[in-house]
């Protein structure tokens, strides 16, 4: 008897004492409403400023970029790129005499951002520095190559098409770009290459190409690209004193073979609009009061701090959902659109940049957010984690870095609502929703 009695008590106290901890975990996947002795907050002081990113690496990221966008809020913003090309096989022969048909550049199209309605004059031409695998390339990284444009027409002229096919050979392909390069190039520098042995011999004498456009006078639009494409590379047409009938063959550009890497050029931001240009490069960071300023391409983010969040609650608080709200300020457009997600960096006492606890690689996406919401024109973080542990002063208040997802190969851009803008729009102001208890 006593031993049953001795089981239900020490169930009893170990249910209790479970209940108190579910009872926590669960409070912050409830509605709103149903906490009860719940309390609203969204008056957290917020301080906030755009800036330019600092460095991005862009070394063999999914897309590559390339052409120009004259932005009415960003300014200009120029896309190139630089390539090597793989050697598919060694020891290679085109037989005996051959005769140079045509060479080719192609590029697939994988997207796009801007206006394709505005031609783009592309330029190719070959490098002479070398890319190599021991060295990190950032958006800003340049490589020297020799002064002869090496476009068939001296310069090639485009009109982007992403979503129309091209017929070759009487069969439909996907969309694609085709740039046919000069025959002196084709004849000395492919058909007559002695470096054709391996991959690392042609790569050490044809060091690869520097695709650029020229700058448009127009709205313009930059290029998404997969190089790692079956379809990207270089192709050479060629006869043979063998074979009259024409043959080709390919020098693709492949992951483990190559090395190509995006260079943006934000012209310093010298057509961008006067406020944007006085928060990045006057340093007036109390504009971000206002409005705030995001952009991929490895452009700008925004940086925010709350620095009275720690005193702005007793430590007897338990967070239940905290929020971070930001609101789209972006004028309606078809080609300039926002990003489809932003980001979050914790930025470190050291500078370095890390993870929030809240997200997505700690819990989920549906659970972290950032996804934009194009009905009520904003973006939302579950920031609970975080919040509870600025309370209990587990986290300096270094900033947190708001950026646009994928900045290394999308161009996407977005205007939104700084913490204290005018009273008009007060109701789409930065801030931090906060639903708590106290205990």
Known sequence: MKHLLFCCLSLLILFSACKKEQDVIGLELQED???LGNTFCDTVSITAFSLRQDSIVTKNLANCTFGCINDPVFGKTTASFY????????????GTSPTLDSVVFTLPYTGYYGDTNTALTVRIYELTEALTSDET?????????????LTYEGSHTLTPKPTTGIYLDSTLSDPQIRIRLTNTFGTNRILNNT???DNNAFQNDLKGLFITVDNVSGNGCLIYSNLLSSLAGLTIYYKNANNENQQKYTFSISASNCIF??????NNYAGACQDLKNQINNGQTELGKSTLYLQGTAGIMARIKFPNLSNSFAKNVIVNKAELVISDLSEESETLTPPVELGLQLVRTDNQLGYLPDDKIYTSASYFGGAYDSDKKEYRFRVTKYVQQRILGGIEDNGINIVASGAGI??????????QPDEILKEKRLRLEIYYTTY
């Open 83 to 94: 390539t090597q090309l793989d050697l598919s096989g060694s020891n290679i022969n085109f």
């Open 410 to 419: 999308r161009a996407n851009r977005l205007m939104f609502c700084g913490p």
């Open 261 to 266: 890497f995006t260079n943006y050029n934000h």
């Open 33 to 35: 409403d149903a906490l």
């Open 137 to 149: 390339y950032y958006q800003f990284t340049t490589k020297a190559h020799a002064a002869s444009n």
């Open 195 to 197: 470096s054709l042995t």
